[in-house]
C-alpha cells in the first residue's frame, strides 16, 4: 500500500508546485501559440533556425519548469549572490502607475528583479549580438522573452505600492482554502476554459488588424503601465473573503484580454528581433 500512498502524495506536490507559476502551462502555451500565428515569414524562419525546428510553444513554461539551469544559461551565479538569482517573473510601478526600476522585498536584501528590464536586454543581445552568444544562452534568451511577457501580463505579477507580496494571502475559492496568487496564477484561466491550447488560441485571437496593432504600439513599459492600470483591481478581494461562480464572470474577461494582448504582444517583440 505504500507505493500507491507515496505516489497520490507526488501527484499532489506537483499540482500544487503547478499553480505557483503565473498563468500555468495551459496559460503560457496559449500566449505562446497566439504569437506564433503573428510572426512575420522571416522571424519563423530565424525562430526555426535558432531553436532547432521547435515551436515556441515548446519553451514557453521553462523559465518556471527548470529554473537552476535556467539561471546559469542566463550567465548568472546564485552562489555568489547575483542580483537575477530570483528569475525575472514581476515588476513593480509606483503610486502613479509608472513601472520603477526594480526594488527589494520589505524588511530583507532580496532583490525582486523586473521583467520588463530582462526582456529587452535579451531583445538587444539577441537582435545586435546572436551570434556572440553559445548555444545555451542564446536559447535561454528566447525562452526569457517567451515566458516573461507572457508573466507581465499577468495581474498578480504586478507589484503596486502597499501591496508588494502580490496576493500570497489566502482566500476561500468555490469553499477550499487557497492563496490568491494561485488563482490569478491558474485557476483563472484553467477553470473556465477546459480546452487545449490550441482551442483556447483560437477563441481568444479575435482582434482586428486595427486592434492589433493598437495594442502593440509603443513600448515594453508602456505594456507595463497599461497592464498595471488595468489589473489593480483584482486586488478588490480582500484576505479571507469567500469567492466562486460571480468572481470568474467578473474576471475572467481581463484575463482572456491579458493573454490575447500577451501573445500579439510577444509576436511584436520576436519579429522586431529575428523579422528584420
Known amino acids: 500500500m505504500k507505493r500507491p500512498i507515496l505516489l497520490l502524495a507526488l501527484a499532489a506536490t506537483l499540482c500544487a508546485t503547478q499553480n505557483l507559476f503565473a498563468w500555468g502551462r495551459l496559460g503560457h502555451a496559449t500566449v505562446a501559440r497566439i504569437a506564433e500565428e503573428h ?16 515551436s515556441i510553444v515548446y519553451y514557453a513554461s521553462w523559465l518556471d519548469d527548470y529554473k537552476p ?6 550567465g548568472y551565479d546564485p552562489a555568489k549572490g547575483d542580483r537575477m538569482h530570483q528569475l525575472p517573473h514581476t515588476f513593480s510601478v509606483d503610486a502613479e502607475g509608472e513601472v520603477v526600476p526594480g526594488n527589494r522585498w520589505p ?6 528583479a523586473n521583467c520588463l528590464y ?11 549580438r546572436i ?28 507589484r503596486y505600492p502597499g501591496n508588494t507580496t502580490i496576493g500570497y494571502y489566502k482566500v476561500d475559492y468555490f469553499g477550499r482554502e487557497m492563496r490568491y496568487h ?4 491558474s485557476e483563472i484561466v484553467q477553470r473556465p476554459h477546459p480546452w487545449s491550447f490550441t482551442d483556447l488560441a483560437w477563441l481568444l485571437d479575435r482582434y482586428t488588424e486595427a486592434e492589433q496593432a493598437e495594442i502593440t504600439s509603443g513600448t515594453v513599459y508602456d505594456w507595463g503601465r497599461e497592464s498595471a492600470a488595468a489589473s489593480k483591481c483584482i486586488y478588490d478581494v480582500q484576505p479571507g473573503e469567500s469567492i466562486a461562480h460571480d468572481f470568474i464572470k467578473k474576471y475572467k474577461p481581463l484575463a482572456e484580454s491579458q493573454i490575447a494582448k500577451a501573445g500579439y504582444r510577444l509576436a511584436a517583440v520576436l519579429n522586431d528581433v529575428f523579422g528584420k
Open 39 to 54: 510572426l512575420t515569414k522571416k522571424a519563423r524562419a530565424n525562430l526555426d533556425k535558432w531553436l532547432d525546428g521547435e
Open 69 to 74: 539551469q535556467m539561471l546559469v544559461d542566463l
Open 107 to 112: 524588511g530583507t536584501d532580496k532583490y525582486l
Open 118 to 128: 530582462y526582456i529587452e536586454e535579451s531583445a538587444d543581445m539577441l537582435k545586435n
Open 131 to 158: 551570434r556572440e552568444l553559445d548555444d545555451s544562452t542564446r536559447l535561454a534568451r528566447i525562452q526569457l522573452i517567451v515566458h516573461c511577457v507572457g508573466d507581465m501580463h499577468c495581474p498578480a505579477h504586478i
Open 182 to 185: 494561485t488563482i490569478w496564477d
